[in-house]
């Protein structure tokens, strides 16, 4: 099947395959292609190539180019482009789903003699820019203190030995913290007694959160303190390269100049992207040595 792909590639665009150059034109492998396509296959009713359909909405997403180079890019009229992408954006929403439910964190190997042996999770939120809207109200409640700039926030939870992402929540307003995200979300429903996560600063406060130390008014962390918090930065790292995972799609990365009301499946959709990235080839493929 991958050879299809390749072939599809090398057919349209006129170049022999790479893959560089097909990562960084769609932002994943042929493989996660033929995943795609074995998702949405069954309730596609559109008259052109469900193949061409799926490179054109990643080609959209790991781009984000405007309309104009996107039709020379593909040879196609606006309205034909504009009718391809919402088609292609809606199936995949429907019925991409993520791999991993929130109980499936458990099955992973970690000692019980390890120090972090009731963290299972970590938790950060990103945020994605979105256009400046002319409505003031939508100013006022979209705009981030931290960014200084008008985004959408989105919890992100990965397990803590591989990276793969077990939940996304969002989006909520720029000006929301952290923690209040955390609070008003469901995961904590999700957690066992003694059930801890891994978290940065921003969740100081919360009990089920493991945070690093913060450095003492007018003093200095002790050497115990120091040392955990190396130990809490070097597990978050998963979270960090999950993150970044999903933020290389540039429809994310870069300021969303359309509706608000898509970005939420937009960002479902690079979610399951990476994930499936991030399954195929993991962030962590070996168990943490602070895990054993």
């Known amino acids: 099947m991958q050879q299809e792909w390749i072939g599809l590639y090398e057919s349209y665009f006129g170049r022999k395959y790479s893959e560089e150059n097909f990562w960084g034109m769609f932002g994943t492998s042929p493989r996660v292609c033929t995943l795609l396509l074995e998702a949405i296959k069954d309730d596609f009713k559109g008259s052109f190539d469900v193949r061409l359909g799926i490179l054109m909405v990643l080609y959209f997403l790991t781009n984000y180019t405007t309309e104009i180079v996107s039709c020379h890019v593909w040879n196609v009229s606006r309205p034909t482009w504009r009718e391809r992408i919402k088609t292609m954006m809606n199936l995949l929403n429907q019925n991409l789903e993520f791999q991993y439910t929130p109980k499936e964190r458990f099955n992973i190997p970690i000692d019980p003699r390890s120090l972090f042996k009731d963290v299972y999770c970590v938790v950060d939120v990103t945020e994605c820019l979105i256009a400046r809207s002319s409505d003031d109200y939508i100013q006022w409640e979209f705009y981030s203190g931290k960014k200084k700039r008008h985004t959408l926030k989105y919890e992100i939870i990965a397990r803590v030995t591989d990276g793969q992402i077990v939940w996304v929540n969002g989006p909520f307003p720029g000006w929301m913290s952290d923690i209040q995200l955390l609070r008003h979300g469901k995961f904590e429903d999700l957690l066992t007694p003694g059930e801890l996560i891994l978290g940065d600063k921003a969740y100081h406060g919360h009990l089920n959160v493991i945070v690093p130390f913060k450095k003492p008014k007018n003093g200095e962390r002790t050497i115990q ?63 943490h040595n602070l895990l054993i």
């Open 225 to 287: 303190q120091t040392l955990v918090n190396a130990m809490i930065g070097s597990l978050r790292q998963v979270i960090e390269n999950a993150i970044r995972q999903i933020k290389k799609f540039k429809c994310l990365s870069h300021p969303w100049r359309h509706s608000l009301d898509d970005h939420p499946k937009v960002f479902k959709i690079c979610s399951i992207l990476a994930q499936l990235n991030i399954l195929l080839s993991p962030i962590r493929p070996e168990l």
